[in-house]
Nanobody, 121 residues
Framework: QVQLVEFGGGLVQTGGSLRLSCAAS????????MGWFRQAPGKEREFVAS????????YYAESVKGRFTISRDNAKNTVYLQMNSLKSEDTAVYYC??????????????WGKGTLVTVSS
């Protein structure tokens, strides 16, 4: 059973930082591109960031570039999203995702259940 479990969501003030983690199990983690998506209230789910299996290729949405950093630790089967300079528009449910073949245009094979990030003004 493949499981992606997100940790680290919560309430943070505008301008603050938060680090999300996603622990993966039931898959050969290094063989999967990993990514983060988010869905804000009343909006469609959108791509945030992705990273290739070995960490050599990284992609970000323009809206988060320069503020968010994706990374992974294959020894721990974990992918991270460091979020800095948070804005109210970053408020969303953040989903961890895994894609065996695609990284730049990720179409996930597996999804986590999501973790809520709320940025207060």
């Amino acid at each position: 059973q493949v499981q992606l479990v997100e940790f680290g969501g919560g309430l943070v003030q505008t301008g603050g930082s938060l680090r999300l983690s996603c622990a993966a199990s039931g898959l050969r983690f290094r063989n999967y591109n990993m990514g983060w998506f988010r869905q804000a209230p009343g909006k469609e789910r959108e791509f945030v960031a992705s990273i290739s299996g070995g960490g050599g290729r990284i992609y970000y949405a323009e809206s988060v570039k320069g503020r968010f950093t994706i990374s992974r630790d294959n020894a721990k089967n974990t992918v991270y999203l460091q979020m800095n300079s948070l804005k109210s528009e970053d408020t969303a449910v953040y989903y961890c995702a895994a894609d065996r073949t695609l990284v730049a245009t990720m179409k996930p094979d597996y999804w986590g259940k999501g973790t809520l990030v709320t940025v207060s003004s």
